[in-house]
């Protein structure tokens, strides 16, 4: 069994900066990809940037140059670095675990709350 916890969701204003953090406790050999997906009131959940095994990443359009997403040296925590944050990057953030390949289990966290407002 593979659990999620995140933290580091909260109240911000316009242009500040929040860093989110997925650790993945259990029994895992392996990590296909960590990622972060987001959902704001009313919209479909999307991904807003994900990191493969091998390191490489890719972000959603509206949160390139803004968001940085890495792991820990160990592989098993996933954080998401959120500068010049928007109004409109209100939403839940969740965090995404593909385990072993591309058709490996996937596991979701419970979501932490990020609101951007003045």
Request: charged residues 15%; glycine residues 12%.
């Amino acid at each position: 069994q593979v659990q999620l916890v995140e933290s580091g969701g909260g109240l911000v204003q316009p242009g500040g900066s929040l860093r989110l953090s997925c650790a993945a406790r259990g029994t895992i050999s392996s990590i296909e990809y960590m990622a972060w997906y987001r959902q704001a009131p009313g919209k479909e959940r999307e991904l807003v940037a994900r990191i493969t095994r091998g390191g490489s990443t890719n972000y959603a359009d509206s949160v390139k140059g803004r968001f940085t997403i890495s792991r820990d040296n160990a592989g098993n925590t996933v954080y998401l670095q959120m500068n010049s944050l928007k109004l409109e990057d209100t939403a839940v953030y969740y965090c995404n675990v593909r385990l072993y390949n591309a058709l490996g289990p996937l596991y979701w966290g419970q979501g932490t709350q990020v609101t951007v407002s003045s």
